[in-house]
C-alpha cells in the first residue's frame, strides 16, 4: 500500500499548499451567494412548510462547494499531469488502476469535505441550523464528493487541453449543480422543470444531504440514495475501465 499511499499523500498536498484558492476561496463564493441570496429571499419565502430560507439555502451551498471541489480536484490534478508532462512518472509506479482510482478519489473526497465543513463554519452563524439525521448528511457527503471526484477523473482523462476541461465544467458541471435545487425547492417549479430537476442526479445528492439537516426533502432520503450509489457505480465504473485500458494515458 506504499505506492497508494504515496499518491494519495502527493494529491493531498497539491491542494493544501495553495490552500487559499483550493479551500478558502470556494468558502468565501459561498458565503457571497448566502449573503446575495439571503437578503433577497428570505423576507417572502418559506420551505417546507417551516424553514427558513436561509437556513434551507446553507446545505444546498455547502452540497455545492462539496461537488465543485471534489471534480476539481481530480480534473485539474489529472490535465496539469498531461499538460506539463509528469504524469508518466505516476504510469511507469508499479500501481494497479484501483490504487490509482481510490488516490485521486480519496483526495477529492477530502478537499470536498474540507470545503463543505469550511461552508458550514462560517455560514452557521446567520442562522439557528439544525442536524435531525447527520448519519445521512456524512453519507450523502462522501458520496456526492466521491461521485464527483470520480467525474473529475473521467474528465481529466478524456481531456487534452485546458479549453476542453474548462468546457465540461462550464457546460456539464456548473449548469448541473445550480439546477439540482441549490437555491430552491423543486416543488416551486412548474411541471417541465420539475420534472428535468428530478432527471439530475446532482438533485438527489443535495435533497438527501439537505434531509440530514430537516428531516425534510422533495424525495424520500431512500430514493435519493439509491441515485447516489447508481451515480457512483456508473462513474467510478467508468473511471476504472478508462485506467485500465490506459484511453488517452498510454495511448
Not at 198 to 212: A, S
Request: proline share 4%; aromatic share 14%.
Amino acid at each position: 500500500m506504499t505506492g497508494l499511499y504515496t499518491l494519495l499523500q502527493k494529491e493531498l498536498q497539491r491542494f493544501i499548499k495553495v490552500g487559499f484558492q483550493t479551500v478558502a476561496a470556494p468558502v468565501v463564493t459561498a458565503l457571497l451567494y448566502l449573503l446575495i441570496f439571503s437578503h433577497a429571499f428570505t423576507a417572502h419565502l418559506q420551505v417546507f412548510g417551516h424553514v427558513p430560507y436561509t437556513a434551507f439555502l446553507i446545505p444546498g451551498l455547502m452540497m455545492m462547494s462539496v461537488l465543485q471541489n471534489a471534480f476539481a480536484n481530480t480534473s485539474s490534478s489529472l490535465i496539469q499531469s498531461k499538460i506539463t508532462g509528469n504524469l508518466v512518472f505516476v504510469l511507469l509506479s508499479p500501481l494497479k488502476p484501483w490504487e490509482l482510482f481510490v488516490a485521486y478519489v480519496g483526495a477529492s473526497v477530502l478537499r470536498g469535505l474540507m470545503v463543505g465543513a469550511g461552508v458550514l463554519l462560517v455560514t452557521m452563524w446567520f442562522v439557528p441550523l439544525t442536524f435531525v439525521y447527520p448519519l445521512w448528511i456524512l453519507i450523502f457527503a462522501i458520496l456526492g464528493a466521491s461521485m464527483l471526484g470520480a467525474l473529475g477523473l473521467i474528465a481529466g482523462i478524456w481531456a487534452e487541453k485546458f479549453d476542453q476541461m474548462a468546457a465540461f465544467q462550464n457546460f456539464i458541471i456548473t449548469p448541473a449543480t445550480f439546477l439540482s435545487g441549490v437555491f430552491y425547492s423543486v416543488h416551486s417549479l412548474p411541471g417541465f422543470w420539475k420534472l428535468a430537476s428530478h432527471l439530475n442526479p446532482f438533485f438527489y445528492l443535495i435533497d438527501g444531504f439537505r434531509y440530514g439537516f430537516f428531516g425534510s426533502g422533495d424525495v424520500s432520503p431512500w430514493v435519493s440514495l439509491l441515485a447516489a450509489l447508481l451515480g457512483n457505480l456508473l462513474c467510478g465504473g467508468i473511471a476504472l475501465v478508462m485506467l485500465m485500458r490506459g484511453t488517452k494515458l498510454r495511448n
